[in-house]
């Protein structure tokens, strides 16, 4: 049998040794947990990633609602003229509700919403390594919870910053943003420590898919809730919910499985035995992080560069889409959130079904990590890349359009059984940290992205099928070019500086 140090494959350990299942036995004891409680730390990650997402992107739809959309267009400027062919009519199913969309208090330009809608970065990216840093020495649980915590308390302050000021506005994002930058860290941090390794993909997948889910559900209820009881009410209602998931994160999810109280002996000992990795002694501090070998790492900066392009695309859709149902569509509020949540609902369904395969070609060793992860990324950027310049065509074709942002964004879930996990195929000790890092140079489409649009689209002649074509092929150009490099450097076996710390534990099993 060949070493697992000569090979990218996980230590091999059969969870049915052990005795619990999801499902409770016949005449269990009353009281005893039977759903595993790294499973309830994941259900709630889902929630809490939900929140988290629901509160970025409620903007998206909610500023379409909040500002006066009636200021003049090339809609009254080109018809008429040769560049007619570059706008779309307003649809009879539209046109009558179409008109209540445009009645928004502000009267903002394009540039200063994409301002708005960038702001969130601008906080984002400041605490990505700092949460890493938390995580590792107090625990990932609380840098986590209060992510989602303090970020729901300030969206139940945004109605009043946005009438009070657009800086008050700006700055409330900002500070969302802030608190937000720790929580990818501090679940990377949470997984590795939880997740066996092969469950690690459906871990990530299944917890990290509450931010797909709650994309959607903030875009359908964002849309429902603007058209009846006004924006106001977007961020009341996921403000409150995210204070509410707070206290059963705070009292049901423990740092690792030597700290929870309840877990059963049989899952502590499977989790710790297929992680393989020592337990700290008391007041023993972490590793340090070897940050030269990390930052010379080449399959590190292939999963920073692979993170970059993904968000590139990602972000640019999530803070644009609604608007350019909007304004280039024609679609009305209503809509224009539903058919914004369509692309994310199937990036939502197929992300656990993509980590799914990804861990069986794993387990089975029909594919390597290594080829696992190469493969799924390339393929989940290409099939992205490929839609958006078919959308800068497709004209006035909505249902088109639509089939073709729903393919590209449910297309990357390919994409997430590639670099999203990486980080802890490449360093177990230090996951938290290695998100941190590419998170921060990922987060920088999110700040440049709605810009970019901004300018693109600015002026009277900015909503047209030419300037969006730009906006999608830059996008797609993007793609393209960080799947390749992501293909040709990434890997799926432990750095040399980690594995000195996970050799000696692995040796211990076999």
Not at 362 to 374: E, F
Request: glycine residues 8%; aromatic residues 14%.
């Amino acid at each position: 049998m060949p070493s697992r140090r000569q090979t990218d494959q996980e230590p091999l350990l059969d969870e049915e040794e052990f005795d619990f299942s999801f499902t409770p036995p016949r005449g269990a004891v009353k009281g005893k947990p039977w759903i595993p409680a790294r499973y309830v730390m994941t259900i709630l990650g889902f929630l809490g990633f939900f929140n988290l997402y629901a509160l970025r992107v409620n903007m998206s739809v909610a500023i379409v609602a909040m500002v006066d959309q009636t200021e003049k267009t090339v809609a009254s400027a080109v018809i008429g003229n040769d560049s007619a062919d570059e706008i779309c009519p307003y649809f009879n199913y539209t046109t009558a509700s179409h008109g209540q969309d445009k009645r928004g208090e502000f009267t903002w330009s394009s540039q200063l919403q994409g301002i708005i809608l960038g702001s969130f970065f601008y906080g984002y990216i400041f605490t990505q390594l700092a949460g890493a840093w938390v995580a590792k020495k107090f625990g990932p649980k609380q840098p986590f919870g209060l992510s989602a915590l303090f970020s729901g308390v300030l969206a139940l302050l945004i109605p009043t910053a946005a009438k009070w000021h657009v800086g008050a506005l700006i700055a409330t994002r900002i500070l969302q943003g802030f608190f937000q930058g720790v929580c990818f860290p501090s679940m990377h941090t949470m997984i590795s420590l939880w997740a066996p390794p092969l469950e690690r993909t459906r871990m990530v997948a299944i917890s990290y898919s509450g931010m797909h889910v709650g994309t959607v559900g903030a875009l359908i209820i964002s849309g429902l809730m603007a058209d009846r009881w006004g924006w106001e009410s977007i961020f009341y209602f996921f403000g409150s919910t995210s204070v509410a998931w707070y206290f059963l994160w705070f009292f049901l999810v423990f740092d690792s499985p030597d700290t929870h109280p309840r877990i059963s002996k049989a899952e502590r000992t499977f989790i710790t035995t297929a992680i393989g990795r020592p337990k700290l002694a008391e007041n023993e501090l972490p590793p340090a992080v070897p940050w030269k070998k990390v930052l010379t790492s080449l399959p590190v900066w292939a999963i920073a560069v692979g993170h970059f392009g993904n968000n590139w695309g990602f972000y640019t859709l999530l803070t644009n889409l609604p608007t350019y149902f909007s304004k280039v569509l024609h679609f009305s509020l209503k809509e224009n959130g539903m058919l914004s949540a369509m692309p994310y609902l199937a990036l939502a369904v197929l992300m656990p079904i993509s980590a799914y395969i990804a861990d069986y070609l794993r387990r089975k060793r029909i594919l390597s990590t290594t080829q696992v992860r190469r493969s799924f990324h390339f393929v989940g950027q290409i099939i992205p890349a490929a839609c958006l310049i078919a959308v800068g065509y497709i004209g006035c074709d909505v249902y088109g359009a639509v089939t073709l942002l729903v393919l590209s964004v449910g297309g990357t879930a390919l994409a997430l059984s590639g670099f999203q996990v990486n980080h802890i195929d490449v360093s177990p000790t230090f996951a938290g940290t290695l998100m941190g890092l590419t998170n921060t140079l990922a987060t920088i489409p999110g700040i440049v992205g709605p810009f970019v649009v901004g300018l693109i689209t600015s002026g009277p002649y900015g909503q047209t099928f030419t300037q969006w074509r730009i906006v999608f092929f830059i996008s797609a150009g993007i793609y393209l070019v960080t799947a390749l490099f992501y293909a040709l450097f990434a890997s799926g076996e432990p750095a040399k500086w980690d594995r000195k710390k996970t050799d000696k534990s692995l040796e211990e099993h076999d």
